[in-house]
């Protein structure tokens, strides 16, 4: 009499395997989508920042500016006045510019979090081979 074997034969290994395998694969798609949505979040949030930096630096500048330019008028010449104003308007507006390009710096396209489980999974697979 022969030994009878309860394990799975090597089509039913294949088939559970190549559905483990699409499983992962769904999932790692659908946490790459989730992490690139958290991402494009965060960037829209720094494009925010330089909207209402440039939108603010503008009424600030023109009401701002007509102040300073008569103020100063009355110490210098009309033309010194005006260009002593702009570089002190454009210099605030470049700082407020450089921070919302420094969010968009900070940010990571790459869906970090995707490709460290990607990583794991090969490395579990390479395991399974063995």
Same mark, same amino acid.
């Given at each position: 009499m022969g030994v009878k074997y309860d394990s799975p034969s090597i089509g039913e290994c294949f088939s559970d395997l190549t559905r483990q395998a699409s499983d992962l694969v769904r999932e790692e798609v659908a946490l790459a989508k989730t992490e690139l949505t958290q991402t494009a979040t965060r960037m829209g949030k720094? /494009?925010?920042? %330089?909207a209402a930096g440039a939108a603010l630096g503008y009424a600030a500048l023109l009401t701002f500016?007509?102040?300073?330019?008569?103020?100063? /008028?009355?110490? %210098?010449?009309l033309w010194l006045a005006a260009l002593i104003m702009f570089v002190i308007v454009a210099a605030a507006a470049g700082i407020l510019i450089m921070m919302g390009i420094n969010q968009f710096k900070a940010e990571k396209l790459a869906p970090r979090h995707t490709m460290q489980t990607i990583q794991?999974?090969?490395?579990w697979a390479k395991a399974q081979k063995n």
């Open positions: 720094g /494009a925010g920042f %330089v500016i007509a102040t300073c330019v008569v103020l100063l /008028a009355l110490v %210098v010449k794991e999974d090969v490395q």
